[in-house]
C-alpha cells in the first residue's frame, strides 16, 4: 500500500485530509511531532501497523507508542490512576509518554502493544499530528519515520533519505521543535520509572510528583527504546512444525493448517497482525504446549520469526 515514490506535501489542510484518506485505506504516513518525525497508522488496525513495521524494516516487534487528541482520549485506551493523572496534567500535550493499564476494551490492535498488558501513550502538541488525529478520529500508532537503525528524521527531508518509495505521503512542517524521542515512564500507583529518557528530565517530574523517579534497569521490554526481549507465553514453544504433536496448540501459516492461522494466504502482513493474538489464544487453551508453522523469512517475516525465537527460548 504505498506508492512507488514518495510524495511530500506542506503541512496544510488538504495534506491533512490527504493523510487521513490514507490512514482510513490502512496506510501508513510520516507526520512531524514536536519530537521528531512519525510513521503514523491506525493504531486499531493490525494489517496497518505491521506496514509500519514493513516500511522501517524493523527487526523486531516492539511496542509503539499511540498518539491521542487529548486525556480524554486516552482514559478510553488506558487505566489512569492518580500519578498518571498528575503527569498528564502536567505535562499533555507534550513529549512525555505514559506506560499505563490497556484497557481490555480498548480495541487496540496486539501488534501496537507487542501483547503486553499495558499501553505507550502520549498527547502529542505538534498542530500537524493534532490535526491529523482530529481529522481521523483514530489513536494513532506512530514510531520514528526512519528505517530501522538509522537515525531519527527531524526534517521531512530525513523521512524521505530513509523511506522513499516505502511510504506514499510525508506532511512537511519543517524542523521539529526537541529533535529528541518522548521521555517515557511507567507511572505507578506511588512511583514513576523511567524507561527512556528525552526532553522531559528527572527533575520536572519530581517536581510535578513530589516522588523520586525511578531510573533502575530493567532485563524487560515495557516500552519503545528498549532491547531486551519482553514475550514469551508460559508454554513451551515449538517451531517450523508442520504438524501438531500430542498435547500441542498449532499455529498454522499458509498451506499448515493449525488450531488457529496467522494467514491462510501466506500474507506477512496479516500474519504479523495476528501474531499475538494467536500466541494468547494459545497460552490460554487448553493445551499443554504452543506449536508454529514455518513462516518465510523475507520481509515481514524476518520480524516474526526474531519474535518467535525471543518467545521460544
Given at each position: ?257 493449525g488450531d488457529a492461522t496467522l494467514s491462510a494466504t501466506g500474507d506477512l ?45
Amino acid at each position: 500500500m504505498t506508492a512507488p515514490n514518495t510524495l511530500i506535501r506542506p503541512f496544510e489542510e488538504d495534506a491533512i485530509a490527504d493523510a487521513a484518506a490514507r490512514i482510513a485505506a490502512g496506510e501508513c504516513v510520516a507526520v512531524p511531532t514536536e519530537t521528531v518525525y512519525g510513521l503514523a497508522a491506525d493504531a486499531t488496525n493490525g494489517e496497518a501497523v505491521a506496514r509500519i513495521y514493513a516500511a522501517k524494516g524493523r527487526p523486531s516487534f516492539n511496542p509503539l507508542i499511540v498518539h491521542v487528541a487529548d486525556t480524554e482520549a486516552a482514559r478510553a485506551f488506558a487505566h489512569f490512576n492518580p500519578v498518571a493523572q498528575t503527569l498528564a496534567q502536567a505535562f499533555w500535550p507534550g513529549p512525555l509518554t505514559l506506560v499505563l493499564p490497556l484497557r481490555p476494551d480498548s480495541g487496540i490492535a496486539g501488534l501496537v502493544t507487542a501483547g503486553l498488558a499495558t499501553i505507550a501513550i502520549r498527547v502529542p502538541a505538534h498542530p500537524a499530528m493534532q490535526a491529523l488525529l482530529k481529522a481521523t478520529g483514530k489513536p494513532l500508532a506512530a514510531p520514528s519515520a526512519n528505517a530501522s537503525g538509522r537515525i531519527s528524521p527531524t526534517r521531512a527531508a530525513h523521512v524521505a533519505d530513509s523511506l522513499d518509495g516505502r511510504v506514499g505521503l510525508i506532511i512537511d512542517a519543517g524542523l521539529t521543535g526537541h529533535g529528541l524521542e518522548s521521555t517515557i515512564v511507567v507511572a505507578g500507583e506511588a512511583n514513576v520509572r523511567l524507561l527512556r529518557p528525552g526532553p522531559i528530565g528527572a527533575p520536572l517530574i519530581e517536581a510535578a510528583t513530589g516522588l523520586t523517579l525511578d531510573i533502575a534497569k530493567r532485563d524487560t521490554i515495557e516500552a519503545p527504546g528498549q532491547l531486551a526481549s519482553h514475550y514469551a507465553p508460559t508454554k513451551p514453544l515449538r517451531l517450523d512444525a508442520r504438524n501438531a504433536g500430542p498435547g500441542e496448540w498449532l499455529i498454522g501459516f499458509g498451506d499448515v493448517r493449525g488450531d488457529a492461522t496467522l494467514s491462510a494466504t501466506g500474507d506477512l502482513v496479516e500474519a504479523a497482525a495476528a501474531l499475538f493474538d494467536a500466541l494468547h489464544a494459545a497460552e490460554a487453551s487448553a493445551a499443554e504446549r504452543i506449536a508454529v508453522a514455518p513462516i518465510s523469512h523475507t520481509g515481514l517475516g524476518a520480524a516474526i520469526n526474531d519474535r518467535l525465537r525471543r518467545a521460544a527460548a
